[in-house]
Each structure stands twice: as structure tokens, then as C-alpha cells.
Nanobody, 118 residues
Framework: VQLQASGGGLVQSGGSLRLSCEAP????????VGWFRQAPGKERVAVGH????????FMTDSVQGRFTISRDNVKNVVYLQMNSLKPEDTAVYLC????????????WGQGTLVTVSS
């Protein structure tokens, strides 16, 4: 499964972005999907994940209330909606897929850079 994250860019503090995760040639709806981010010089950390059927979404405390994950299994895409962005959200964002109701990061895609200016 090859994943592609897109939608990154430069945004001002307080702004919003929506990232997309797609898997051309694969059925992304068969997997739980998670988002991670890696800031410059820091380790990769989890942002949140969504079960294969979209019924359960888990977000980490650092983004709870500002970010959310959704999916459109007809379009075979998973979204990360980011609101109220802060400079500390600046990072490369990556998506991963694996598992069904329990997210097991197995396949990874290249990330997309999000830069939040103050």
C-alpha cells in the first residue's frame, strides 16, 4: 500500500488547513489510518487516527479540539482538518495505514510540509 499525503503549505497562526491521505491503487477503506508529524530536529509523534469504518477517532491531547480526522471511503481518502494552527504545529505531516479497529501503523507515505507563521 503506497500512501500519499498532500495539502500542506504556509499558513498564518490561527489559520486552517486540510490535509489528504490517499492510496492510489489500494483500498484505503480497508484500513485504519493515522496521522503523524515530525518537527525539525524532533522525533515523529502521533497526531491521531481513525478506524477503518470511521466510527472511532482518537486525537492526541496536543491537538484535541483543534484537529480532527475524517474519511470518505467512497473517494478512498482520509483527511486531517487542522484549525487554530499555531507555530508549534509546524512539521512534516505523514499518514500511515494498518489494522481495522485497532490502528497498527504498517504502511507509510511521504509527508507534506505544514509551516505556520507567527
Amino acid at each position: 500500500v503506497q500512501l500519499q499525503a498532500s495539502g500542506g503549505g504556509l499558513v498564518q497562526s490561527g489559520g486552517s488547513l486540510r490535509l489528504s491521505c490517499e492510496a492510489p491503487g489500494s483500498t484505503l477503506s480497508s484500513y485504519a489510518v493515522g496521522w503523524f508529524r515530525q518537527a525539525p530536529g524532533k522525533e515523529r509523534v502521533a497526531v491521531g487516527h481513525i478506524t477503518f469504518n470511521g466510527e472511532n477517532i482518537f486525537m492526541t491531547d496536543s491537538v484535541q479540539g483543534r484537529f480532527t480526522i475524517s474519511r470518505d471511503n467512497v473517494k478512498n481518502v482520509v483527511y486531517l482538518q487542522m484549525n487554530s494552527l499555531k507555530p508549534e504545529d509546524t512539521a512534516v505531516y505523514l499518514c500511515s495505514a494498518g489494522g481495522l479497529l485497532t490502528f497498527r501503523p504498517t504502511w507509510w507515505g511521504q509527508g507534506t510540509l505544514v509551516t505556520v507563521s507567527s
